[in-house]
């Protein structure tokens, strides 16, 4: 059986088209719920228990309200813990031994899109096969528990000040924020609450920026994936650093106080470096997309490297495939299976803080031997179901592009996993080979979507 709603991180779509609509969200309530029942209730619980927790998008309330009631119609108790980023509902999922975490949230997308994931009950991404078991469940038709079988919901009041805790634990113990002046972009997404009180009570001076939604503004001109008004705070307060989440805060980008971007690959060559100095480092994963720097950088110290399918789920089954602790994405998705069960924004930048602070150096002196490819990467709209595989102008575009480079670089095409876009990515020197590459490919994508 094939995929037929479940993309690479859950559903997702824009909200009013299928499969973003209310009677969708709860039938897939229902339907996750009743393969839940039929698997089993959380450790010896009398029935299954499932938390939910959300992003700031307006379209979060409807979601929250249709999976509630899927899940109750399915005989299935429901916890809300309301905006929570997705790796805070991973772990209270795993710290309150319940069933399944759900969290609602189109990640770094706009506002108009929203989605649903789902964690297993030790905090992992929801396995593949599970997955596809509520996808056959969809396909039934949707009944309803009697009164007395019913699922019940409460509110959990204190999951906030739970997990701010939880990234706090994963700081090193005997050091401390103090001195530092931190400012923090959360992408007016599901950290507004969390991430600055997080540095804050680990001594930092926090600037926080991106901290007002109002259900719309999600990711709109601030957060990890457009961090320039986080350089700008960083500047203008003569901040030491700045913290760039996305909407769900799974994801993390940092800016120094000269002003200088790191993106995931660069700070998770800064916290294995760290880990390198007081243990042996199996291995690290990374991605198609991971900079070829990188993979030279852990050669040379002795590091093995493997790259995995561009997507974090993707990026955990090869780390725990290899039986390896580190890896991530250079979009900034890192993963510490020492101190997460998955992906962390807060987490993950407390790491690259305790490597700075552990070593008393700056970002820039740890990265300093990390000198990175030109990488460009352009994002080509498409029709869905567009295939660029089989068009010969793109073909021809691609192998071009590969001549011009004369060996010094890689091309890589692929799909968005979230979005109808062409990811073009060329990686190489000298840059204006690169950028004069990439764009050719993209012009040839444009031609050929649009004829």
Not at 143 to 166: K, T
Not at 197 to 218: R, T
Request: net charge negative.
């Amino acid at each position: 059986m094939t995929r037929k709603h479940f993309g690479t991180d859950g559903v997702r779509g824009t909200v009013g088209r299928a499969p973003m609509t209310a009677d969708f969200v709860l039938r897939l309530g229902y339907a996750a719920g009743k393969v839940l029942a039929a698997r089993g209730g959380a450790r010896g619980a009398e029935r299954p228990t499932v938390l939910i927790g959300k992003d700031t998008r307006i379209s979060g309330y409807m979601i929250e309200a249709a999976l509630e009631a899927g899940f109750s119609a399915a005989g299935v108790d429901v916890l809300l813990c309301g905006p929570l980023p997705s790796p805070g509902v991973a772990y209270l999922t795993r710290a309150l031994r319940l069933t399944l975490g759900v969290v609602i949230s189109a990640s770094h997308n706009p506002y108009a899109d929203n989605g649903i994931k789902f964690f297993s009950g030790d905090g992992f991404k929801l396995d593949d096969a599970i997955e596809m078991e509520i996808e056959r469940a969809l396909e039934a038709p949707m009944g309803c528990n009697e009164s007395a079988h019913l699922g019940r919901a409460r509110r959990v009041d204190d999951a906030a000040g739970r997990y701010i805790e939880f990234c706090k634990s994963t700081f090193p113990a005997d050091l401390d924020l103090k001195g530092m002046k931190i400012a923090v972009d959360c992408a007016h997404g599901a950290a507004y609450a969390v991430a600055p009180h997080v540095f804050h009570e680990l001594g930092a001076e926090v600037v926080s920026i991106g901290v007002d939604p109002d259900g719309f503004n999600i990711n709109d001109q601030f957060g990890a994936t457009a961090p320039q008004q986080l350089r700008a705070a960083v500047e203008q307060h003569e901040a030491d650093l700045g913290v760039a989440l996305d909407g769900d805060a799974d994801r993390v980008v940092v800016v120094d106080g000269a002003g200088t971007f790191y993106d995931g690959d660069q700070l998770l060559y800064a916290i294995v470096l760290q880990r390198a100095a007081r243990e042996k480092v199996s291995g690290v994963a990374g991605t198609l997309m991971t900079n070829l720097a990188l993979e030279q950088a852990f050669a040379r110290l002795g590091i093995p490297f493997a790259r995995a399918r561009v997507g974090d789920r993707y990026v955990l089954e090869l780390m725990r495939e290899k039986g390896w602790l580190y890896g991530g994405e250079n979009s900034g998705h890192i993963i510490c299976l020492d101190r997460h069960t998955t992906g962390d924004g807060i987490v993950s930048a407390l790491q690259v803080l305790g490597a700075m602070r552990g070593n008393s150096k700056t970002l820039a002196k740890l990265t300093a031997d990390l000198v990175m490819f030109p990488q460009v990467l352009v994002n080509v709209r498409v029709p869905r179901e567009f295939d660029w595989r089989g068009d010969r102008s793109i073909a021809q575009a691609q192998a071009d592009a590969e001549k011009s480079l004369d060996g010094r670089g890689r091309v890589l095409l692929r799909p968005s996993g979230t979005e109808s876009l062409l990811r073009v990515m060329v990686e190489g020197e000298p840059r204006q080979a690169v950028e004069a590459a990439a764009n050719a490919i993209a012009a040839a994508v444009r031609r050929a979507a649009s004829g």
